[in-house]
């Protein structure tokens, strides 16, 4: 199978690359993605503007069918100078996109022109949707600040970017960002980010397994599956067709990949089972994905990408 795809001015051979967040936050782990059999491109740790620790351990667990997953991070990274010049100075053999965020507009507006000015013509994530920050909501769940930050940010920039968003549950909510992402010139969506504030209790001990938040953190892995999907289709049923979307959420198959084609995503990130797997994950996924096109018979990614049907649609 040919899956050649184009966000921008980036070209990916593969379709697959690491959720924001997972196996990225060193130059070891970025170039280990770099390497990997069957991997699409390279996400770099979301960013903020200095080196941050994030929350105190336990602050990732892993469920025991080894499929889903309760973080709650908090933003750990090496500051946004570290990725700069990751993607600014080594030898990148695939396309790598530079995630960015901040603690405030300011932060992120500041982090954004800091790029700007290094001359660094590549994608840009910008992460909205980090629901493990104590203190700090989601900005993508308030739409008007969403609608400012990007008109501030587009006042100035002028190259490839993308932005990161929470799981909307609403149908008014998925016309609602829609709208404002419509009026700007977007890259690309990428959804979901993890569950916020789900709650994970030990049966042995009878507490919650995360030490920030009370116990309260974002969900990934299998169990997110159809809320991902749900995002993957409703936006690309209401955005701009220029605007392309990563779909994130749920992908432990290559029956996953799939459906998220099947959906409307131009690229499938990989989350909780790359934590769980390590890089081999994207070959082995690819080669699943190869065995359902081979026995639909299934020739061209135009054939599966947005092609799913509802229930009154004829065959």
């Known amino acids: 199978m040919n899956y050649s795809t184009t966000i921008a001015n980036e070209h990916f051979d593969h379709l697959l690359l690491n959720a924001g967040g997972i196996f990225c936050e060193t130059v070891d782990q970025l170039e280990k993605i770099q ?18 620790a994030g929350n105190p351990n336990p602050r990732y667990f892993t469920y025991p069918d080894h499929h889903n997953t309760i973080n ?16 600014l100075h080594h030898q990148l053999t695939l396309p790598t996109i530079l995630s960015v965020v901040g603690l405030s507009e300011e932060e992120i507006v500041a982090n954004v022109k800091k790029i700007r000015a290094s001359g660094y013509d590549g994608l840009i994530e910008l992460n909205l949707s980090c629901p493990n920050v104590p203190g700090k909501p989601q900005i993508a769940y308030d739409f008007d600040t969403t609608d400012h930050l990007l008109d501030r940010i587009y006042s100035f920039f002028t190259g490839h970017l ?30 979901v ?17 995360l030490m920030a938040k009370g116990g309260f953190g974002g969900l990934g892995g ?41 959906c409307g995503a131009d690229l499938v990130s ?46």
């Open 162 to 191: 993308g932005v990161k968003l929470p799981p909307y549950f609403d149908m008014a909510h998925f016309d609602r960002i829609a709208k404002i992402l419509n009026q700007y010139p977007l890259a690309y969506v990428n959804a």
């Open 72 to 87: 709650a991070m908090g933003l750990p990274n090496l500051g946004i100078d570290y990725y700069l010049d990751y993607v």
């Open 222 to 262: 299998a169990q997110i599956k159809a809320t991902a999907l749900a995002n993957v289709r409703a936006l690309r049923l209401r955005l701009k067709p220029e605007i392309k979307i990563i779909g994130t959420g749920g992908v432990t198959t290559g029956r996953d990949v799939y459906d998220h084609l099947l």
């Open 35 to 52: 390497h990997a059999p069957g991997a699409g491109a390279v996400m770099t740790k979301s960013a903020t503007a200095e080196k941050r």
């Open 193 to 209: 980010n993890s569950v916020g504030n789900g709650l994970v209790i030990d049966p042995e001990t009878d507490r919650v397994v």
């Open 270 to 315: 990989v989350g909780s089972q790359l934590a769980i797997e390590g890089p081999s994950i994207f070959q082995r996924l690819e080669d699943e994905l190869e065995a359902i096109f081979a026995e639909k018979h299934i020739e061209s990614l135009d054939q599966v990408r947005g092609k799913l049907k509802r229930l009154d649609e004829a065959e």
